[in-house]
């Protein structure tokens, strides 16, 4: 059975149309979807230039943008899926992940179709690189989403499953809606955005998880299809604008699993985000165009765990390994399990305003 299908129809079938009901709200395909885009340049004979993120596509009139997104209309660029939801769900924070926001809180989940990458080993492949059309969605308003986080107590918006970058506006807008209404949001990105909007972004939301997807050029060209210099360039801004960062690096057997790959990322993060900036490595399971793969060896996931341990990072994780000790938060100082969780769980949480209990050692992270 594919475990990620099953979980796609659930999305689909159950959690998204009973989530909507209860905001009265009912599957649509009309013009609500479409508002004009945001980062664009328009250049002459009707093109555009978008610059929401660094593919920087050149787009005729009636064309669409590689994200498959996005249109140009006589000279107008506009996103066609504002509010425009195929995945819909409540999931714990944990399973985002984030270790160091909100722990214990509720997230309402949400994503619309595409994507500006294609990874291959994608495991929301069914929504991220299909175009609109393509999949069923259900119409949900900015203040609609904030209205049903609040009724089913979630503490965080995330904007996840398959790529928030494109679409940025109906993010923006959601972020400003949850805000009002008291929710926080939380974007789960692959970080290929350019600079300005990404600024903006920091301005609206409140912690960015990002999957560091290989710390190779190479990777990036034969396995992302996009570019790693700008994700490293959005992680560093991300932290400059105070933003609260956690990266994932997902472990994929033979191709970005040498000592050499887990000591760059280590010591990059160490050089240019600081210490406390969580890193998750995560295993792999076979998906989508990688399925000739195996899931890659606990071994690996504590080699990479040991060097970023080894380099001095504070928070190194290891990820879809349910009951591992490494899914716990050590202080730092003393090194007793401030936060413990096994799997999506959080079963004790030992701080005290944002300190450990244990020796009063600060924490990094958002607890509150
Ligand atoms: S957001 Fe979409 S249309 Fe814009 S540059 Fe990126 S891939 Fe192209």
Redesign the pocket.
């Known amino acids: 059975m594919n475990n990620a299908v099953d979980r796609r129809h659930f999305l689909m079938t159950a959690a998204l149309p009973c989530l909507a009901a209860r905001a009265g709200i009912s599957e649509e395909s009309d013009a609500r979807f479409i508002r004009e885009?945001q980062?664009?340049e328009k250049l002459p004979h009707k093109k555009i230039?978008?610059?929401?993120?660094?593919?920087?596509?050149v787009?005729d009139d009636r064309e669409?943008?590689?994200?498959?997104?996005?249109e140009n209309r006589g000279g107008t660029?506009y996103t066609l899926v504002h509010s425009r939801v195929v995945s819909a769900h409540i999931d714990p924070i944990e399973k985002k992940p984030f270790f160091h926001f909100l722990p214990g809180a509720m997230a309402f989940s949400l994503a619309t179709a595409?994507c500006?990458v294609n990874c291959k080993m994608c495991q929301n492949w069914e929504i991220s690189q299909v175009r609109p059309e393509q999949v069923r969605a259900t119409y949900l308003a900015p203040r609609d989403v904030a209205q049903i986080a609040k009724q089913n107590g979630c503490r965080a918006i995330a904007y996840t499953y398959s790529e928030p970058?494109?679409f940025?506006e109906y993010m923006m807008d959601t972020a400003q809606a949850g805000r009002a209404a008291g929710v926080r949001s939380a974007v789960v990105t692959g970080g290929?955005i350019h600079q300005e909007p990404l600024k903006k972004l920091c301005e609206r939301v409140d912690a960015i998880k990002v999957d560091l997807k290989g710390f190779s050029q190479k990777f990036y060209t034969e396995v992302v299809n996009g570019e790693l210099k700008p994700v490293l360039d959005a992680l560093v801004t991300m932290r400059r604008q105070g933003m609260w960062t956690e990266i994932v690096y997902l472990v994929v057997p033979t191709l970005n699993d040498s000592d050499a790959d887990f000591q760059g990322v280590a010591r990059w993060v160490r050089a240019e985000l600081g210490l406390d900036v969580p890193l998750h490595f995560t295993r792999f399971h076979p998906e989508y165009l990688l399925k000739n793969l195996p899931v890659t060896p606990l071994k690996t996931l504590e080699r990479a765990k040991a060097i970023a341990d080894a380099e001095g990072l504070h928070y190194a994780y290891i990820g879809n390994v349910p009951g591992h000790p490494a899914e716990n938060t050590y202080c730092p100082k003393c090194r007793r399990a401030v936060v413990e969780r096994e799997g999506f769980t959080v079963s004790g949480i030992h701080l005290r305003d944002g300190k450990c209990q244990y020796c009063r050692q600060p924490i990094a992270g958002v607890w509150l």
């Open positions: 885009a980062f664009y230039k978008c610059k929401l993120c660094p593919r920087e596509c787009i669409r943008g590689y994200c498959g997104a996005r660029y595409g500006n970058v494109i940025y290929y």
